[in-house]
């Protein structure tokens, strides 16, 4: 299991008690979903020129030690390859990149994406931070490689957990591994109700009838967080006999939104458990990853629902009847070759001299995996990123599920 860990904003004790009013603390201003997404639309659309972009991820998790070696080697690498004013343009979108990363890394991000452009009619300059982890990757090609900004989005989304204690439940969100309080309520505390004329037995069953009323207040509150906010994750954690009866309270559409239910004592501290969550999100994600690909292999045997293939997949998305593009994990590139003046994608290689559909000459070589995750991005299609999944493989480890 991945071990991952979860910065949470240091709060002190807030007390909340109305039910119905939220208590929203963010996440200091890291990348959330949303902002992903609108991100991904922008990039996506970047127009290209012939100056170079640099797509830049980094891992943060072991400071700058952990990456500074990787962007060193992998620049100087890609900077053999460019020539003229290529190798100027690189320089200074480079330059862009350590710039920031010298003194804009917030506390708390585990991963930066940083995508770069120096252009003699516009610079382009687009950074991003996590709190979740990305791997340490540099690719330059004429427009943005967005491949590990979905990979994430698929892997981390964002969730909804309900903490329970015998003291207090906290409802959280966790958005790309960062989590927000979005509610915090005490139990409504009972020895100081109970007088000298109530026997023990009493005292219990009045208690067990709070509790679970107090429950109950806090399924009603959780249904409207998740509806309000649209979520469609959901994990349970805390003490066993709490959270098992919370299970049981639990209106059937939220219930049919639980990924998972984890075990936390009374005093773990909140990073921790959000920590543990995060772990079974992913694990779960992967298990999803892995009936997406099932259900995409079943889509090739029952003509006309999957494709495979670069060339198959390129055609779903550009007709947009892609519902999810599947890519395995370690795709090699694609090599293919994208008409300038009609927009066709080919995968051969090499490239003709003139376009085979409009005969012009605006003939570019291009990856196709590259183009791929482009158009996914452009269309907001979703993508499966599915590790070690062999019938996937067979097929060019690339599919696409069509829509009905
Ligand atoms: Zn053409």
Redesign the pocket.
Known sequence: MKRLTTPINSIDWIPWHQPGVGLELRAESLTTLDELRRQIAVLACVDETEAPFVSCYLNLEQGEAGYRKALENRALAMRSTLEGNAKADFDAAIGQITHYLSGMLRPGAKGVALFSRHYRGGAFFLPMQFAAPLPNWIAVYPSPNLFHLMALKDTYHRYVVLLATQAWVRILEVNLGAATIKAWTEQPELRERVGREWTKAHYESHRRERTSRFLGEQTDLLESLMVAGGHTHLILAGDPALTGEIRRALPKSVAAKLVDTIRAASRARQDDVVAATLSAFVEWEEHESQEVAARFVQGIRTQGRAVAGAAACLDALRQRRADILLLARDLPPEPGWR??????IRIAHPAPAA??????K??QPVDATVELVRLAGQQDCPIEVVDQFDPLMALGGMGCLLRY
């Open positions: 008409c300038g003046a009609c927009g066709v376009c085979t559909e409009c005969g012009r605006s003939v």
